[in-house]
């Protein structure tokens, strides 16, 4: 059994910045992708970022791209996301993710498993 759990999240300006850590327990870190959904109220579930089990390739929606970052470090089991200039419709419940393999991946359907959650709030 995997468990993710995530910190970082909070209330912050627009603007502003927040990382986001995602310590996982479970199996082998460095052998799966690992990502980062997001929901916002009233909306489905979306994509933000992944990155693949070496680190070496990412991907990102194209809302956040240029202006988040995800990382990994395999020898702490901990994936991060770097949130700058944030706005508004940043404003959801982010949740991380573990892929299934270690290519990055961008739908649901290659995720195992979630983390609970942590609520990003940016008021405008």
């Known amino acids: 059994q995997v468990r993710l759990v995530e910190s970082g999240g909070g209330l912050v300006q627009a603007g502003g910045s927040l990382r986001l850590s995602c310590a996982a327990s479970?199996?082998?870190?460095?052998?799966?992708?690992m990502g980062w959904f997001r929901q916002a109220p009233g909306k489905e579930r979306e994509f933000v970022a992944t990155i693949s089990g070496s680190g070496r390739s990412t991907l990102y929606a194209e809302s956040v791209k240029g202006r988040f970052t995800i990382s990994r470090d395999n020898a702490k089991n901990t994936v991060y996301l770097q949130m700058n200039s944030l706005k508004a419709e940043d404003t959801a419940v982010y949740y991380c993710v573990a892929g299934n393999t270690a290519v990055v991946f961008t739908s649901s359907r290659s995720i195992d498993y979630w983390g609970q959650g942590t609520q990003v709030t940016v008021s405008s």
């Open positions: 479970g199996r082998t870190f460095s052998s799966y992708a």
